[in-house]
């Protein structure tokens, strides 16, 4: 599970705060620039997106051996690119292949408004690894012509006819993944996971008649594969070397076999070992084998994320996105936050889940803030803050699992931007001052909380199977809030402080429920157009959690609706008692999970967590004019690079930074292109 970034736009670690400056017609041949005494987080921004930097803290303490490690982790996870692109939609390659090809050969003028949308929509499907925008799912629209791209393509000798160019502009595939209510939900998805034609109950009936060898450890059917229909017969066709993006698998092979010549102790490379096995097999059970093992490698200072992960753009939540996070260890931090996961037993014992769904025994649960040293796949440009790992719920009960905070993502979203906008939300002068002074903890606590805490608490009934069969399209939502639920519970709770994680625990709960509460009711409205239902997992689970604590605290005034010089905001007037509806909330959302009650997850979504006060919206819209900062925020990835001697031996690798978001696109393109358009 990973936890995206959220807008509770503030300057603190979790939300996505405003920034001035607007960076347009760079130069794309220079791809890094030099490190100044004053780092500068910010590259540009366009459309709805603000493109950052990160650094690399501890990078010069590392050995040449360490640093051969991210390097060769970073260039596998780099390799399989194409990969996301592919599985986001089947077009996507072939249009970015030609409209990069455009980009760089056009030799016309480049002043014109036309020429001006189409580098922003470039950059916009560059940012989303393809067409359909990377947080709504929606198609991203293009502010030019048909026939202006015509004129382009002509200029530059450039070839994109037929469908893949008329889905540029036409309605079909009009969103990515559609988790509406009452459709068939894989069949009106336009996400490359499936083939034509596949429904619902073909994708529900084959995995169902799917039986794992031992079936208290089932398998991750569906996790590494395209389902498809050969003359009507459903067929899977499995991510690996020699089968679907194998070519693209190979060279991820191959950088994977370089890293585990250098890995840093034998846990470790037994891990990588797996790993590699897996994706010359495509095998689930050495999938398994090797997030165990991967689990277990707990020391070194490397550490990586790679492979088909995340099952968010699925829309039954089956195929695995592929991902990629090289990962430093950041001891200083990760040693002051290691007390939460030491007393992972004492926030199982003491939550309000019932009884029967508690944890025994909460074992190997380990979590470290992290600098990443490189992303890829559909952890880049739009990165996650927290990661929590493996998913399976089997070996987060028998195992354990890897909780990491990014530290440096975070960082950089601290000093990338100003208060402004949070300014025009908050109720009150007392709201702010909390904000200010307790939300940059209470967000690196929830971050905590809701990974280590959060996503290994709880067990399943006997017999009930994985939450992906039972809750099916709500699976993501209900998961994320629950994580979500465990953290606001305990951010309330005077354990924080007796643990020395807070100076004031009220005062630090009372800034993580403001925000929480300010951005689920109100704040994310930014993110959607006007109309729009909410659809993406993390937006929902916010909405929900927040909706059902404010209609279930009115006959109390929990939360009141203030209406203020035509303009709302949300005071909490009891922490208290908002305090016991997240624990209610959190009771009935484990047993839900725990009971897989497909019914009443659809009713909490469907009723809280989809539609949208519509007058609401359009004035939070309205508010939000005012400021220039775009509400979503991504990254350009640092460049390593590897100097040789006369032997060909690597004897150092520097840290460059990219100058331009096109640049590294570009170079990207260039050098880790190894699937064809269509396959």
């Not at 459309?47 to 650094?55: E, N, T």
């Not at 495509?282 to 165990?292: E, S």
């Not at 190997?364 to 992303?375: D, I, M």
């Not at 809030?481 to 020395?500: I, M, N, T």
Request: aromatic letters at 10%; charged letters at 25%.
């Amino acid at each position: 599970m990973k936890l995206k970034s959220i807008l509770g736009l503030s300057i603190v670690a979790l939300f996505l705060a405003s920034c001035g400056n607007e960076k347009s017609n760079q130069q794309t041949e220079d791809l890094t620039v030099k490190d100044s005494v004053q780092f500068n987080y910010n590259v540009e921004q366009f459309a709805d997106i603000k493109i950052l930097r990160y650094q690399i803290p501890g990078w010069e303490q590392l050995t040449l051996k360490e640093q051969k490690l991210a390097y060769y982790l970073t260039q596998a996870g780099l390799s399989g690119r194409d990969i996301i692109w592919d599985q986001n939609y089947r077009y996507n390659l072939t249009i970015r292949k030609a409209l990069e090809s455009v980009y760089t050969n056009y030799q016309g003028d480049k002043t014109t408004a036309d020429w001006k949308a189409f580098e922003v929509y470039l950059k916009r499907i560059w940012f989303s690894n393809g067409i359909h925008h990377h947080y709504s799912n929606y198609k991203i629209k293009p502010e030019f012509s048909p026939d202006y791209l015509k004129q382009l393509l002509a200029d530059t000798n450039t070839v994109l006819e037929g469908d893949p160019f008329d889905v540029i502009f036409n309605d079909v595939d009009a969103k990515k993944v559609d988790q509406s209510k009452g459709i068939d939900n894989v069949a009106l998805s336009a996400v490359n996971m499936y083939g034509p034609n596949v429904t619902n109950n073909d994708v529900i009936n084959f995995y169902k008649s799917k039986t794992s060898p031992d079936a208290t450890k089932p398998l991750s059917y569906g996790l590494n594969s395209q389902l498809v229909k050969e003359n009507g017969v459903l067929k899977e066709r499995t991510y690996k070397s020699g089968g679907l993006y194998g070519s693209a698998i190979d060279e991820i092979i191959k950088w994977l076999e370089l890293a585990k010549g250098v890995a840093e102790n034998e846990a470790q490379a037994n891990a990588l070992g797996l790993l590699i096995d897996y994706y010359k097999t495509g095998d689930l059970q050495t999938w398994d084998d090797y997030n165990v093992a991967w689990t277990a490698a707990t020391q070194g200072n490397i550490d990586y994320i790679n492979s088909f992960i995340e099952v968010y753009n699925d829309p039954l939540g089956y195929t695995g996105s592929y991902e990629s996070v090289v990962q430093i260890n950041d001891f200083d931090m990760s040693k002051k936050m290691k007390v939460v996961s030491d007393n992972a037993q004492w926030f199982e014992d003491n939550s309000p889940l019932m009884d029967a769904h508690k944890k025994e025994n909460v074992v190997g649960v380990t979590y470290k803030v992290v600098n990443v040293a490189g992303e890829a796949g559909d952890s880049s440009p739009s990165t996650p803050i927290g990661v929590n790992l493996p998913n399976a719920n089997w070996i987060r009960a028998a195992v354990g699992s890897k909780s990491v905070s990014l530290g440096n993502i975070i960082e950089s979203y601290n000093n990338s931007g100003n208060t402004d906008r949070l300014k025009e939300f908050v109720d009150d002068e007392e709201e702010l001052q909390l904000e200010e002074t307790y939300g940059q903890l209470a967000d690196k606590l929830h971050t905590a909380l809701h990974e280590v805490i959060g996503h290994a608490s709880g067990k399943l009934n006997p017999g009930v199977g994985e939450t992906k069969e039972t809750l099916k399209n709500y699976a993501s939502t209900l998961e994320e809030g629950r994580a979500d639920l465990v953290a606001l519970y305990y951010l309330y709770d005077s354990k924080l402080q007796e643990l020395g994680l807070v100076d004031d625990w009220k005062k630090g709960g009372m800034a993580a429920y403001d925000g929480y509460i300010r951005n689920g009711l109100m704040t994310q409205l930014i993110r959607l157009n006007l109309g729009d239902d909410v659809e993406e997992a993390h937006m929902r689970n916010r909405q929900w959690v927040s909706a059902w604590v404010f209609e279930k605290g009115k006959a109390d005034n929990v939360i009141e609706k203030v209406t203020r010089d035509g303009k709302t905001y949300f005071n909490i007037n009891d922490y208290a008692k908002l305090h016991d509806l997240f624990g209610q909330l959190l009771r009935e959302t484990q047993r839900i999970k725990s009971e897989g009650d497909f019914a009443a997850v659809e009713t909490l979504v469907e009723t809280y967590g989809v539609k949208v006060d519509q007058v609401l919206h359009a004035e939070v819209l309205e508010r939000n004019k005012k400021f220039t900062s775009a509400p979503y925020s991504g990254f350009v990835n640092p460049v390593l690079v590897p100097e040789t001697n006369d032997k060909g031996d690597i004897v150092s690798i520097k840290v460059t930074q990219p100058e331009t978001f096109a640049g590294q696109m570009l170079d990207y393109s260039e050098t880790y292109h190894f699937l064809p358009e269509i396959n």
